[in-house]
Structure formats: C-alpha cells, structure tokens
Nanobody, 121 residues
Framework: QVQLVESGGGLVQPGGSLRLSCAAS????????MGWYRQAPGKQRELVAT???????NYADSVKGRFLISRDYAKNTVALQMNSLKPEDTAVYYC???????????????WGQGTQVTASS
C-alpha cells in the first residue's frame, strides 16, 4: 500500500557530512509527518528530526545545529542533511512517516527499511 525507501547512508570520518533521502510511494491520501529516527546497537530507537505537513520541525537536542531536515511536498520525499558527524551519531537511520493511505483516512505509521550511518576514523 505505502512504501518508504531510504538512501544515502555510508561511512564517513568524524566531522564529515552525509545526506539521507527518503521517498514515499503507493496509494497515499495525505502525509501528515515525515522524519527520521535512529537506533544504535543496544539502544532504544530515538527521534532525530521530524517535519509536519504544516512545516513544523522538531530536532533532537543531540543533533540540533548540525542536522537539517527538509521536505519536498510535491515529490513526497524527505531529506536529512547531516553535518559535523560524531561517532555517537553512528546508527541505523529509519525514515518515518504518518500517512493516510489506500481507501482509509486513518493515520498509520510507516517505516523505511533503514540505512546504516557510521562516523568513525
């Protein structure tokens, strides 16, 4: 019905940058929220950044000032520009979306498959 596909992960040295992208596709009625979560080994999945359909943006304190989230509403995509990466940013990053799809206006949560981001020397 609805699919989220991420791209852009990889290995970078501390202080470097990466840009993640996520595209939503399928039978979409409306996208209310898109964003990114991450999960490091042995840790809880945590919010990184989200943006609502109204343009409200929320960042985790740990990434504020370093990461930038943006949406292309026409293309149903969201991107995460990650600058000044730190070793503690190393995690699997998951695209997140709150979407009404198919024949129902019920809001459902969707997740991408995850993409590995590693900041290490």
């Amino acid at each position: 019905q609805v699919q989220l596909v991420e791209s852009g992960g990889g290995l970078v040295q501390p202080g470097g940058s990466l840009r993640l992208s996520c595209a939503a596709s399928g039978s979409i009625l409306s996208i209310y929220v898109m964003g990114w979560y991450r999960q490091a080994p042995g840790k809880q999945r945590e919010l990184v950044a989200t943006v609502t359909s109204g343009g409200t943006i929320n960042y985790a304190d740990s990434v504020k000032g370093r990461f930038l989230i943006s949406r292309d509403y026409a293309k149903n995509t969201v991107a995460l520009q990650m600058n000044s990466l730190k070793p503690e940013d190393t995690a699997v990053y998951y695209c997140y979306a709150l979407i009404s799809g198919g024949s129902s206006w019920i809001q459902n949560t969707y997740w991408g498959q995850g993409t590995q981001v590693t900041a290490s020397s």
